[in-house]
């Protein structure tokens, strides 16, 4: 967003292009077609099927138990009264929950007392990031004759 060699027209289309692959992503996976829920759909059938057995060497790498460490915990609340927080789901994560309508964003976020990450320090970053979001998609000022 803030890289000037871009120019604002062609930041707005890269944006525009990267939030219709996440949109496309996010259906797939909530149709479950998602890598994740492959691999937990097959965990679930071993532990099922083959409880007797230890879980295949796959599962217990650790890379792969670090990769469903969910350091960040999301959730798009669309209550519009948005009293309720999300937190964390590890020591060391953040907790994220947003609503939003054409006319406002809203978030919260939340760390637990062992994170490093401050909690209104990422917030901060939110914030900045909403409103060169924002600055992208309106385009450079037009002159009114």
């Known amino acids: 967003m803030s890289n000037t060699a871009v120019s604002p027209q062609e930041r707005a289309a890269l944006l525009r292009k990267a939030l219709a692959v996440q949109i496309a992503r996010t259906r797939e ?17 071993h532990l099922e099927q083959f409880s007797e057995k230890p879980l295949p060497e796959f599962y217990q790498d650790p890379l792969f138990s670090r990769s469903n460490t969910w350091r960040m915990s999301t959730s798009q609340l669309g209550n519009k009264y948005f009293s309720v927080g999300w937190g ?58």
Not at 37 to 45: A, D, P, Q
Not at 113 to 132: G, H, N, T, Y
Not at 134 to 143: E, R, S
Request: proline content about 5%; some cysteine; glycine content about 8%.
């Open 29 to 45: 996976a909530s149709d479950g077609y998602g890598i994740d829920r492959l691999l937990l759909g097959m965990k679930l059938i």
């Open 88 to 145: 964390a789901v590890v020591d060391d994560g953040i907790g994220v929950c947003y609503s939003y309508t054409p006319k406002r964003v809203q978030f919260k976020v939340s760390t637990r007392m062992e994170c490093p990450v401050s909690a209104d320090a990422f917030a901060e970053r939110v914030r900045q990031a909403i409103l060169d979001v924002c600055a992208v998609l309106a385009g450079p000022p037009t002159a009114r004759l």
